[in-house]
């Protein structure tokens, strides 16, 4: 490789980290090895975490297109009938909770 210095280069360096080794007590060296894999552990777990759970989840918006020559009555009576349709659904959530309690025996 040609970014290393002329006398080392990967193998060279890997053979050396090996006669090092190689010269350490058993204990230094099974310590050693564990010390890596935790550290790998944790790297790991952190690029695995990262990835899981960062999309936003796709949100749907509904966008009414209404004709610019609309009138005032017009858009008054589609106020009128968005807030009856708004009050008809808070009513029907009400009974709704209103039976929820009576079977959960909630006064």
Do not use: N
Not at 47 to 74: C, F, H, I, N, W
């Amino acid at each position: 490789m040609s970014f290393f210095p002329r006398p080392s280069g990967p193998t060279a360096a890997l053979r050396d980290l090996l006669a090092f080794m190689r010269q350490r007590s058993r204990e230094q060296v099974i310590g050693a090895c564990l010390a890596l894999l935790i550290t790998a552990i944790i790297v790991i777990e952190f690029v695995v975490d990262s990835k899981m759970g960062t999309a936003p989840e796709p949100e749907v918006v509904d966008v009414d297109l209404y004709s610019p020559k609309r009138t005032d009555a017009q858009i008054a009576a589609d106020q009128k009938k968005d807030q009856a349709a708004k009050q008809a659904a808070e009513k029907e959530q009400q009974r709704q909770m209103k039976q929820l309690a009576k079977q959960l025996g909630i006064d």
